[in-house]
Each structure stands twice: as C-alpha cells, then as structure tokens.
DNA sequence: CTTTAGCACTCATTGCCCCTGAGTGCTAAG
DNA sequence: CTTAGCACTCAGGGGCAATGAGTGCTAAAG
C-alpha cells in the first residue's frame, strides 16, 4: 500500500520536528510550516488517517502525535534524507581518528568512546569473527626462574600470551619439546577438534614437559572461545539521562541494567550485508527491554576473518539521518586503518 | 573533643538507620529503640548538641538529622562494627572468584563486574605500580609473509605483543639480529632512559632492520607508558541510579559523566599503607563532582612490583561496614589467587 | 543538674480544585 | 476535496488548605 506524496511530506515533516523537539507535534504546527499549503484541518485529517495506518501515535487525546515505530521505519527506509556532514564534523572525526591505536583491546575500547563522544549516546564496539578461528602457531618463550610464557597465535592474528609458573625446574630443553610438539600437533585445528584421544597423544609425546601440555591446552582452548566470544567495550551510558525520554528514572535504570555484554553481542540478530549500516527501530531488537530504544549498528573490516562493530543506543526518536552520517563515515576510517597493512612511517632520523 | 558515651551511641543509631532507610531520622524513632532509655526530648537535647557540634545535618526545620560527612567519618573511625560475613555471602564470593582467571586484562574487567555485583553499586578495577617498569626483553616472531609479531615483555610481567606489517620482505635473519640489537641495549632500562642517541646508535647497529627499530622503539615505550598508566575498568554505572539520592536525575548524570577513567584513577590521592580498607566520604574526595559521593578502595597483591584496586562508588549513605567487609574479603582472595605463584593442577589423565 | 512532659511552631508533602491552552474530531459551508 | 468553526478532551500548573512529622523551648519533676 502506497502512501499519497502530501501524507509522506506531512509524515516526514512530523518525524523531522519530533526528532529535533522531542514533543508531540500538532497540526498547527505543521500548517505553519513553509512549503505546507494546506490548513490545520486538512493535515488533521491526514494525520487522523496516518494515526489509523499505524505510523503515528498520540500519547492522549489533546496532543499533538508522535511516529510509531512503523512511522520511524517508513521515515528511515524512504523520507530520510541523508546527512551531509559539514567540514567540521569531518574534520573532528579525523581528528579522533588520529590516536595511533597500537593495541587491539585498547583500541577497541578508545573506539567505543569516539562513537559515543560523536553521538552523544551510548556506544559500544566490538569485534566479530567471520570464519572459525584455528591456532596457528604457540611460542614457548622461557622467563626467568620457573616460569615460562605461553604465546598463542590463532588465525584471526590475535596473539594472546600466559605467564605460567611451576614450582618445578624445567630446561630449555622442555620447552623446546614443548613448543615442537605443541606446534606440530594442535595448529590449524579448530577447537572442536582437541579431543581428549589427541590431548593424549600429544602429552605422551612431550616427555618431561607431559605435565605442562594441560595446562597448554587449556589455555589454547580458552583463547579460541574468547575469539569466538566477541570481546564488547560499552561506554557513555551516562549520556542516555541527557535524553529527555530517560527522565524517567525507571526506564533509564531499565535501559541501562539491560545493556551488558551478553545482550548487546546479541543486537544486531542477523546482519544485512548488503546496507552498511544497520538499523532497529524500538521493537525490533529482539531483547524485550529495548523494545522503547533503537540501535544503529554498522562494521568495518579488520582483515584477516574479523570485523568491527561499532553501534550506538539511544531512544526511537533519534536523529537517524545524523547518526548514520557519523557513523558510517567514522566506520570507514577505522575500516581504512585496521583492514590495510600498515606502511612504515617516514622517521624523523633516517 | 570527646563526644559522650551517649552521644556515640545515639549518633550510631543515627548513623545505622540512616543507612538503612535513607530518610531523616527524629528523635521518637531512636527513643523507641529497645536499649534507648531515654525520653525523645532528651534525644532531641543530644541531637541538637550532635547538630552543632558537625556531626549531624538537618535537610529543613520540620526534618528529622542525617549524618553529615564528619558524622560519617567518627562512625567510620570509631562506631561501626565489623560485619560479619554469613557463610551464604562468603560461598557465594568465593563461588564467583572460581572463574579461572587466564589473561590479566579480562580478568580485571571480570573482577569490576564482580565488585559492582557484590555491593550493588558503581564498581572499579584497576592495576598500578609501585615501582618503574622496564622492559625486560624483546621477541621478535615471524608470523607470515611481510610481518612479524613483536613481543615486549617488561619487568612487571604484563607481555604486550603488536603485528607489525611491512611492504617490503623481511628475513629471518634480520628479525634474529633485530631482536639482538633491542635485547642487548634497551632491556632493563626505564622508559626516560630511551635517548635520542641511544636509539640512533642501536638503529645505526640494526643493519638491513634499521628500519623497524624505531617502529619497535615507539611501541616498547608506548608499552611502558600504559603501564604507568594504570588500566581501569568501571562497571555498573546504572546501580548507582538504583540508589535514592540519585532519583534526581541531575545528580546522577553529574556523577556518572565524572566517573571517567581519569578521575577514577587519579581517586585515591595517597594510599594509606596501614590500613588496607580505604574509605572517602563525600567532601574528602578530591574531585569536585564526587564531593556528594563516598568511595571506598581496597587493593590487592599481585607480585612482582604490581597491585590491583578494586573499589566501589556510591551515596555518602553506603554501608560502610558491609562494603568494607565485602571487598576486603574479595580481595585477599584476589590476592591469593593472582600474588602466588600458580601451582599446576591435577589433571584427570595423568 | 538532668530528664521529661507539654506546647507552640515550622515546613515539606499531599491532595484537591480549578484554570488554561494546546490539540483534537466532527460538521457544515465554500 | 478543502476549510472554517465549534464543542470537547485532557495534561500540566498554580493556588490553597490540611496533614503530620519533627523541632526548640520552657517549666515542672526527679
């Protein structure tokens, strides 16, 4: 079913000054509008009609409406006009974007914070893996005394390391042993594929590192699961009481106590790879306590079977069109930075 | 200024049900209380006295009093007594403390959610330092075609590893003298030590990998640098808003847009090295925006040259006894499980 | 000298009522 | 189909009085 143009023009033009007012939008006020040729009475006729198909609401009956989350949908999937970011809004981004990230997990975290700097909203950022993640190499790296360091280094270029001490003496020689049959036996499998039979082999074969190949195992496997596990890094919470539908102490608390990790690596339940960015409009997230929020989630590509995901939260009335400029653009930064190698830069002293 | 034994004992009634109810306390109710002989005009008499000598507020004329911040401090320092932790409360710690703990940096983040859920309040984990880090040595690893995994290790046992990409090919050989050159000059010196001309003579003895030194060089110190920096992970932000005095939304966004890394890093100005449990009423903190806030910190070893800090945020009316009770005994798990060194398990096969 | 009963006073909170005004839906005329 | 006119609805806010918890002070009792 086909809207006529004047009830689009009425409904985007209902959307856009919700979004910047936050107040129910009367008739009167459209009609005073530039551009709007008609009076009061017709757009109230249109809106009692628009009411009837479901894209707006009226909270009682002597205000003006607010869109419904079909009315948001319809503005988002065809009235939206985009959102030309200005030169200084670009200009910032970059700027933000400067910070040399040298670590991952930290990067990742500072990338939570630009999103909701940038947005004003809660943000997060996690990453996400595109294939099965395998190790592909272990280096046993002896450190002082009793202690060596497990080095695991899995197919996603993630390289996690472990300090294990021993009460017991162990050579040069072990570890060498160690980390031969540890590499020779247990890379480019995934971990499905440790079954106890193999553990066994291979613990068999390590001669006077047996003992250590437990506990070398274990920590391959935990490495792989938190691969798997998207690390989430969730920040500016605090910036959801700015917004006027979290006065209420009740939902923001309740907004608020539903966001953790678990919920928010669930978000986004199936990704259209075809649209960058990604858009739930209240009811649409499958979590029943946002069912008042949207989220507006998008990726960007690390390489090497990973991406990003940065997202934002924030009540259904948000400004869609800005949001989606910032973060997409901001996106394709980061995409630039982490998914191209990185060229060595022009020293000062050479 | 010693305040009467009755006086103590109705400030701590005061304090205690205040605690509790977090409403102004009159004069009736504490003389209703079994083991209160005495009349309410009485109380009142003492109460006025308690008001002018500080240690009590009242919030208006018809009003019962609340602790003021110095009230909070002699409860503190002398009334309160110790909680006794029941036996649910200590299963249950020790129960959540079970996760394995296997890479420091999740396990932090872990323990602040921990912390949060413990006391049911804004919580913080953190690490610091006591003395100056140093790297204690360098490992270069190939890892594929033109890139290699360079490895720090530094003298408080936090190994930070970064992927380093190169257009140009790269032999083994070059990476063995590499590691060589950085071994030999720049281990077990502290960050500042890393002169201009010490990196232009190990750059200048490097060879054919002249080129990565100073990339290496800037990550090693960047790598120093972040363990100066304490790390900290806050969590539970939205408890705080489950609390009575942050019904007023201003409040809360005051606090929770203060609580950022920084101010929660800087919290502490000086440790008392005596007492393990340390505890900022209000206006003791330094921060400006906390002055309405209590804090209290407790840290925990983690050996060599390390410590954790965990500590929790929440209305000057907390309680401190309980709080107290809860985290120092979190911590001294904490301190057991990461300060000794990690005795291999049983395994089932062996 | 301390304790307590009595009393007048204060003042935040609550509920109530009424008014205002923005906004609607309907009807009838253009 | 559009619009002017009109009666109706209802959230929000101001004013006002009642309520009651709690106080400080005074004077009597212990």
Request: with cysteine; glycine share 6%.
């Amino acid at each position: 079913m086909e809207l006529s143009e004047r009830k689009q023009k009425i409904l985007k033009a209902i959307v856009d000054l919700y979004i910047r007012t936050a107040e129910p939008v009367g008739s009167k006020t459209i009609a005073a509008m530039p551009d709007m040729d008609f009076s009061p009475a017709t757009i109230r006729n249109e809106m009692a009609e628009l009411t009837n198909l479901g894209f707006l609401e009226q909270p009682h009956t002597s205000a003006g409406r607010i869109p419904s989350p079909a009315g948001y949908r319809f503005y988002i999937d065809r009235l939206m006009q985009d959102y030309r970011l200005s030169v200084d809004e670009t200009q910032s981004i970059n700027q933000a974007m400067e910070l040399r990230m040298q670590e991952f997990d930290r990067a990742m975290s500072k990338v939570g914070k630009l999103v909701s700097q940038l947005t004003n909203l809660p943000a997060y950022a996690m990453t996400s893996h595109t294939e099965s993640v395998k190790v592909r190499r272990f280096e046993v790296l002896p450190a002082g005394e009793a202690s060596f360091i497990l080095v695991v280094m899995t197919t996603d270029e993630t390289v996690k390391n472990k300090l294990i001490k021993l009460p017991l003496h162990i050579t040069e020689a072990d570890l060498k042993l160690l980390s031969a049959v540890l590499n020779a036996s247990l890379t480019e499998i995934s971990a499905e594929q440790f079954t106890p039979e193999l553990i066994d082999r291979v613990t068999r074969s390590a001669g006077a590192a047996s003992g250590l190949v437990p506990i070398a195992v274990d920590f391959a496997v935990h490495v792989l699961e938190n691969c798997r596990r998207a690390e989430v890094y969730l920040t500016g919470q605090n910036r959801l009481l700015g917004q006027p539908e979290y006065q209420d102490l009740t939902r923001a608390q309740e907004v608020l106590s539903a966001l953790d990790e678990d919920t928010i690596s669930n978000l986004p339940a199936k990704l259209d790879p075809n649209s960058p960015v990604q858009i739930l409009v209240g009811p649409e997230n499958v979590a029943q306590e946002l069912k008042n929020t949207s989220v507006v989630v998008t990726r960007f590509d690390i390489g090497e079977g990973m991406q990003g995901m940065i997202g934002v939260v924030g009540p259904q009335r948000m400004d869609y069109a800005q949001i989606t400029a910032r973060l997409s653009y901001f996106a394709e930064g980061l995409g630039r930075m982490f998914g191209k190698p990185e060229l060595p830069e022009a020293k000062k002293e050479e």
